[in-house]
């Protein structure tokens, strides 16, 4: 069984391209308090294709939470009013009949929008680009729990890695900061053996692509922390501050 | 240098200059109360702390300056910040959800820093420059406690005294957090201390130097 259908009101930011003005135009649905965030603007879009209009662009992949492709700014929330769950996994029942609900891309100078509610969060990749990754030499495959790694800290590691980079935090943050997602990235690498000769190099390369895409600084609202869909730590965005003061002090570069 | 200047103008640098510069003035402000509070024994205790202080003059001016440039620093980077930042976000959201995941003091540091900034302004002109600049030496030798009771039987002047050090207490209660979690001190079991720390101490700044124009002002300058 279930409940009855609500009614709401969408105001929903519609732009043609990048570098075109765009503006908030409204949508009257019915849908069920069952259905998904996402599934609703599926039906929304059946019914504007039918009108022969332009459906609303929004980007999603697997709609379950884990591939960081979805992010709507709900009325002022990215990812919504439900803490620590991906825009796909919102579902209406959390919304009342007669709402108003704003829905907007995420907005940042370093991810200009493609269309619609669709974002370009390429600056995230160039970051990983810079100092994502760890350098393996070629040669024998080691054995496996070769490197003994104390529980909690691989529990930290792992929680760090679990940022899906959906770009929430810079969504959230006043400043348009990415500290979140690049300090989870250092993170993971860093606390881990595996990590160690690079740690520094790391932090450095990704802090200079991460400033150079036009991120904000972090004034530490706390704002991405709140609003992140895997609860991702602020520790994390210390221990990068660290990381890369120490690494700035101890460089042998001039 | 070219490493520091780098260093110093990341997005982390200009944090860690935000964070260094806070936690000075945070201790200047100790020193400060502590002498302040004087006031309340009395016009003897005062102007003896006073006098104290002239009598170490070339120190206190030695002091004065990095302690200037600390201000400047603070004032400068954090209104760069500001302006920075807003540049990352050209295009504004309908409905900000600010108050759902963040604190208002986190948000609002560049209001009550400004507030606070206006409140220096107007702190200066009155008392340090009364203190250093104004009359004969020999003269003002025990005038101090009357320059600041005569002040604190303005109304208005009362009044922006403890807004301003309201919304100090508001900045603060941030900052002081703000520059552990900046150095890299972010730690599960010390970091809720430091917090709380912070709360206390801001609020030990806020009624300790609103009391002191409160209570002139109740007293009439007695």
Redesign the interface.
Known sequence: MSAANINLKL?I?RQEGPNVVGN?TDYDVEVSPDSSFLEMLDELNNSLEKEGKDPVAFESDCREGICGTCGL?I???PHG?VPKIATCQLHMRNFNNGDTI?I?PF????FPIIKDLMVDRAAFDDVMYAGGFVSVNTGGVPDANEIPIQKDVAAEAFDAAACIGCGACVA?C????A?LFVSAKVSQFSLLPQGQPEKYERVQQM??V??EK??????????CE??CPKGIS??N?????????VS?AV?K?? | ???LYE?LN???????IMAVTGISLILFLIFHLAGNLTLFAGPEAFNGYVEKLEGIKPIIRIIEVPLALVFIFHIFNGVR?WW??R????????????S????VF??T?IYSGSIVFIFLVLHLATFWVAFNFTGEPHEKAYAYYGVVADWFQHLWYVAVYVVAVILLGFHLN?GF??AF??????H?KYFPIIEKIGTIYAIVMSVGFASMPIYFYLNGGS
């Open positions: 105001k930011w908030f700014v009325n002022g929330q009013p704003w907007e907005r940042a100078k370093a959230a006043k400043n348009a900061s500290m802090v200079k991460m400033d036009g991120f904000g600084s972090c004034t530490n609202t706390y704002a709140a609003e602020v520790k965005i210390s221990r990068m501050n660290r990381d890369y003061l700035k460089s570069t001039v | 240098m070219g490493w260093s990341s997005s982390i640098g200009k944090k860690f910040l920075e930042n540049k990352a976000r050209p295009e504004k959201y309908a409905v900000n959800g600010q759902k995941n963040t604190n986190s948000r540091m941030h957090q703000s979690q900046t150095f890299g001190w972010n599960k």
